[in-house]
């Protein structure tokens, strides 16, 4: 969200609860959707005039994924990379080649030396002051077991660490 909204991308944010909107803005989005309220899609329709979003990145799948990959416009692409809810998007394929909706995924992992000129780029634009991890919470190791609990029961936003004394 940062990277598209820094290259100059209108970014509407989609998220769970009302309690992430500050975050999802702070982040780059010029709208803050809530997908657990109805209604949702109306509100990403009305901030796109109608015509549907270019880009979906959806970690969610479910109904949730379903209905976001719908809100596509013709030509639009999607990117399916989470199963949060615990399941697949459905998808109807031939409806979506009829639209010529591409379905793009996280299939192939980089080279070593691709994936070290990343991260790279992703401490050089962190250090810059361009991108900012959003850490949720930080526990010792021995508290493994509570920090899954705590992503399960979504009470934390943003990466889980997990930290080990020595």
């Known amino acids: ?3 598209a909204a820094a290259a100059g991308a209108h970014v509407i944010g989609a ?4 309690g992430k909107a500050d975050l999802v803005t ?3 989005a010029a709208r803050y959707v809530d997908y657990s309220l109805p209604g949702w899609l109306d509100q990403v329709a009305e901030a796109t005039g109608g015509a549907g979003v270019d880009l979906v990145f959806d970690g969610v799948g479910g109904r949730i994924g379903t209905e976001a ?3 596509l416009r013709d030509g639009g692409r999607a990117s399916i990379y989470g199963m949060a809810s615990g399941a697949d998007a459905e998808l109807d394929e031939d409806a979506l080649r009829a639209r010529s909706v591409e379905l793009i995924g996280l299939t192939a992992a980089p080279s070593p030396a691709a994936a070290r000129a990343l991260i790279a780029d992703a401490l050089a634009l962190a250090a810059a ?7 949720g919470q930080i526990r010792p190791l021995e508290e493994a077991a509570d920090a899954h609990r705590a992503i399960e029961s979504r009470a934390t936003v943003g990466k889980s660490l997990l930290r080990v004394h020595r």
């Open 69 to 71: 990959i719908g809100a």
């Open 129 to 135: 002051g361009e991108l900012r991890p959003v850490v």
């Open 15 to 18: 998220a769970r609860g009302a």
């Open 1 to 3: 969200m940062q990277l």
């Open 26 to 28: 702070s982040l780059g």
